[in-house]
């Protein structure tokens, strides 16, 4: 079963207080197809990552890029990654 939140075209960024107390992920589509998105990944009775069963762009794998609570791996994203972040 596919589900968005294990596409290459999806992003996530974690939430909570701190990276020792992450809340939740949401998650992303990169082209903003999904019209449920942001999601979290984490909620239980979650059926908006089925999406992805019917998205021609589903690529299985990694998430494009993760951003964590503190921000810390924004440094290392490339200028689109950034910018589509930041439109989020």
Known sequence: MKN???CKNS???DTGYSNWTVEGTDIYC???L???CPFDRWYEQNKDGKFAERCDLFIEGEPWFTVDVEQE???NLTSEQRAVWEQA
């Open 34 to 36: 999904n019209p449920a």
């Open 30 to 32: 990169r082209f903003n």
């Open 73 to 75: 791996e924004v440094a």
């Open 11 to 13: 992003y996530q960024v």
């Open 4 to 6: 968005c939140a294990e």
